[in-house]
């Protein structure tokens, strides 16, 4: 009898978890359960019973949700699968990865001083890889967050990919669970080696790095989605206001789609972003920005976007949609506060305006008010964490933002290291709200 699509799916992927080293894992396991034992008497067998609880509950779910919307529902009262329900219901593009198995089980682990940082599972293509982790072992703190991710070779070369993951730190219950995106550029790679280092706190505003890496080496399945995308050729230019734009292709793989734009050399506007982005099919179904990583500079002219994948659902006719531009004149691009005299001398319009200037410890509170035209427009950040007076270029790593909802702008508060600068201050721009209003829409096929 010829296979149905789901029991082909439900089949590969029995063979892709019969060929886990499951028994490595549970040794591991018993190991861990017994030292833990000796050193405290509390837990005795709940790590080592919970631990392949989970294990099991995680390879039902991953052939489950996609065939039973009950047990989807069920496993969100789990704590860990919950949070992975979770982390993936933001994104049509990686529910539909997972439901045709792009989901891996790893279930590695590696533990420091009772706590113990697992690698549940990954999604991956040759685009992007995704890390779904538990941490275990935390009851005793507060606060908690990862302070350092990286992502090595065999040989303990680090890959040059780009990196996203909460930085927040989380109030701990049992366990925290989360996720880490990479982006690949380049070659896929199989082998991996995740090290991360964990801060801990007793409130919310203080942190304490522990002292240990928790470093757990996996491997993926290389097989399960190599060569899997789709290419789009566009090469159509576009006009607006004299500004050139080209778009060049779509790449849609599974767990997302990558649109490779560039911006003519001779624009006299620098183009930040583009509003209400997304790509949509005969039918109006949308696919926007991807909500982790949304953009890579590849040069000062050449951008990737990135949307959720409709990699398993190809449409008959694709088409990328956008309302205007944010961007600003080339001659307009800086900021400069003068400190002794706490004025702005330079700024690209009358929609930013410098409130006031703080001394705060060692630091400098530099105040300014950003006016838009709604709030639903109101950006994360606009201004540079570089700046530079006449002698040197400087950083800083804090600023804050509240919205001044009466009045349809926000509060950006820069916080600067105190020391003799020489006047002025010079900042740049990575956004800024001036738009050029213009409905485009460009056929990709």
Do not use: C
């Not at 779509?250 to 734009?261: A, C, G, Q, W």
């Not at 982005?277 to 990135?306: C, F, M, P």
């Not at 007076?389 to 290291?417: G, M, Q, W």
Request: hydrophobic content about 35%; charged content about 25%.
């Amino acid at each position: 009898m010829m296979e149905n699509k789901e029991d082909h799916l439900l089949n590969e992927l029995k063979d892709h978890y019969s060929k886990l080293s499951i028994p490595d894992q549970m040794d591991q396991m018993i190991n861990n359960g017994i030292m833990k034992a000796k050193k405290k008497q509390r837990l005795k067998r709940s790590t080592y019973v919970t631990t392949i609880a989970v294990s099991i509950l995680m390879l039902l779910f991953v052939t489950s949700i996609r065939v039973s919307p009950v047990f989807a529902s069920f496993v969100t009262n789990i704590p860990g699968l919950s949070k992975v329900v979770e982390l993936i219901n933001y994104d049509k593009g990686l529910q539909s990865a997972v439901d045709n198995g792009f989901i891996q089980v790893i279930g590695k682990s590696d533990e420091h001083e009772e706590i113990t940082f697992t690698v549940d599972s990954v999604i991956i293509d040759e685009s992007k890889l995704i890390v779904f982790y538990t941490i275990t072992g935390i009851e005793e703190y507060n606060y908690i967050s990862l302070s350092k991710v990286e992502l090595l070779k065999s040989n303990g070369e680090r890959y040059k990919v780009g990196t996203s993951y909460d930085h927040n730190i989380n109030e701990v219950e049992d366990m925290v669970s989360n996720k880490i995106d990479f982006s690949f550029h380049g070659d896929t790679p199989e082998e991996f080696t995740l090290n991360v280092n964990i801060s801990t706190s007793e409130n919310a505003d203080t942190e304490e790095n522990l002292p240990y890496t928790w470093s757990v080496p996996f491997q993926v399945d290389k097989t399960l989605f190599e060569n899997m995308k789709h290419i789009y050729d566009i090469n159509q230019t576009v006009n607006i206001e004299d500004q050139l734009i080209t778009f060049e292709k779509v790449t849609i793989y599974p767990t997302r789609s990558e649109l490779s734009i560039s911006f003519d050399e001779n624009n006299s506007k620098k183009i930040f972003g583009f509003d209400d982005l997304r790509i949509v099919d005969q039918s109006k179904n949308e696919w926007s920005t991807n909500n982790g990583v949304s953009a890579v500079h590849i040069s000062d002219h050449e951008r990737l976007l990135y949307f959720d994948s409709n990699y398993f659902y190809e449409p008959d006719e694709m088409y990328i949609e956008f309302k205007s531009i944010r961007t600003l004149d080339k001659d307009k691009l800086e900021l400069q506060v003068d400190l002794e005299q706490q004025k702005l001398i330079k700024a690209p319009d009358e929609n930013i305006t410098l409130e006031f200037i703080n001394e705060k410890g060692g630091e400098l509170e530099i105040g300014f008010r950003i006016k838009y035209d709604g709030l639903h427009q109101i950006r994360s950040e606009e201004i540079s964490h570089e700046f530079h007076d006449s002698s040197a270029t400087y950083s800083f790593r804090t600023s804050t933002s509240s919205i001044l909802s009466n009045d349809n702008a926000k509060e950006t508060v820069l916080l600067i290291p105190k020391r003799e600068y020489s006047n002025p201050l010079t900042f740049s721009f990575w956004d800024y709200p001036a738009r050029i209003y213009e409905d485009v829409q460009i056929k990709i096929k």
